[in-house]
């Protein structure tokens, strides 16, 4: 089935450890992105990328990076997890920037 | 002012009952309008498209006022499926530089829809 797909679903993990979140879409989209979502605060875009070897800082991008080697897949990886990292990590992929977005089905994420 | 605002709610509204939000936003410049729909613990879908002229499909209908900088949307004849939350979604640009925008979510209202 097409679609985005999310790795893992869950994960609890120890603060100053390091962790790559996993995003592949075989739709072909040219765009792809990351948001995390807070209660009260909505989705806020990390990083984005519009095309397969380029990426952009989204809102909030400070202690995350994210790399786009090929059109299908854009980890996200944070270089030494915090507290406030706690959240739920969100990627999307679009055909062409800022069209409809579709989501994978989230990361839930606990820094302890 | 916050770029995409939302009620955040809760509308708790009867079973068939019509039930209608606004979202504004902030930047005159902005193209591209979608409201997604969110259940609880999961990702958020597109739920559909704003165009210029407004658009229907099925039981909900959307509408945009570039005057007034909002979007809408109605819902009709509400079922219980229809409960979650829904978010609005505005294209904003962060540089005058072609390319430099992003799609800004709202925060989300959140409907229940009760038997």
């Known amino acids: 089935i097409a679609g985005i797909t999310q790795a893992p679903t869950s994960q609890i993990l120890a603060a100053g450890r390091r962790m790559t979140l996993r995003c592949t879409q075989d739709m072909r989209h040219n765009a792809m992105y990351w948001y995390r979502q807070d209660l009260g605060l909505g989705l806020r875009l990390i990083h984005y990328s519009n095309t397969a070897g380029t990426t952009g800082k989204g809102e909030v991008p400070d202690g995350y990076s994210v790399s786009r080697a090929n059109t299908d897949d854009f980890p996200l990886t944070l270089a030494s997890a915090v507290p406030s990292q706690t959240s739920v990590y969100f990627c999307a992929s679009s055909e062409q920037p800022n069209t409809e977005a579709f989501f994978g089905q989230g990361t839930r994420l606990t820094v302890v | 002012r916050k770029e995409v605002e939302q009620d955040p709610g809760p509308f708790n509204v009867p079973e068939g009952a019509t039930v209608a939000f606004n979202c504004t936003y902030s930047?005159?410049?902005?193209?591209?309008f979608f409201w997604y729909r969110q259940d609880c613990r999961k990702e958020p879908k597109l739920l559909m498209s704003?165009?210029?002229s407004g658009n229907e499909d099925g039981r909900f209908t959307a509408q945009l006022n570039r005057a007034s900088q909002y979007i809408s949307l109605l819902i009709r004849d509400s079922k219980l499926s229809d409960s979650a939350t829904y978010l609005c979604v505005v294209n904003v640009w962060v540089s005058s530089n072609f390319g430099n925008e992003k799609l800004t979510f709202g925060t989300g209202t959140r409907l229940t829809i009760i038997p």
């Open positions: 930047n005159s410049a902005s193209q591209s």
């Open positions: 704003v165009y210029s």
